[in-house]
Nanobody, 115 residues
Framework: QVQLVESGGGLVQAGGSLGLSCAAS????????MGWYRQAPGKQRELVAT???????NYADSVKSRFTISRDNVKNTVYLQMNSLKPEDTAVYYC?????????WGQGTQVTVSS
């Protein structure tokens, strides 16, 4: 199994920046793609960004050019740098990892952007 622990959420004003981290433990050698998803109140969970083991990235259109996903395969950690934050970015952000056809999720971290 893979366990994921997110950190780095908080409250920030519109236009500000925040960085999130997600550390994986357990069967980390089997991890292929890692990603960030978010869920705002009353909405479905949506993709934010993903990165595979080769470093290829994918972003939701709403965050392109503002967010950057990166990964440290030695530390088994994935990061999300969020710049130019908007109130509509307010959500609980979840980290996930794909390994051997399975999916693991973190517990989520709250990001709140005030206008």
């Amino acid at each position: 199994q893979v366990q994921l622990v997110e950190s780095g959420g908080g409250l920030v004003q519109a236009g500000g920046s925040l960085g999130l981290s997600c550390a994986a433990s357990g069967s980390t050698f089997g991890i292929s793609t890692m990603g960030w998803y978010r869920q705002a109140p009353g909405k479905q969970r949506e993709l934010v960004a993903t990165i595979n083991s080769g470093g290829n990235t994918n972003y939701a259109d709403s965050v392109k050019s503002r967010f950057t996903i990166s990964r440290d395969n030695v530390k088994n950690t994935v990061y999300l740098q969020m710049n130019s934050l908007k109130p509509e970015d307010t959500a609980v952000y979840y980290c996930n990892a794909l390994y051997y056809g399975l999916v693991s999720w973190g517990q989520g971290t709250q990001v709140t952007v005030s206008s």
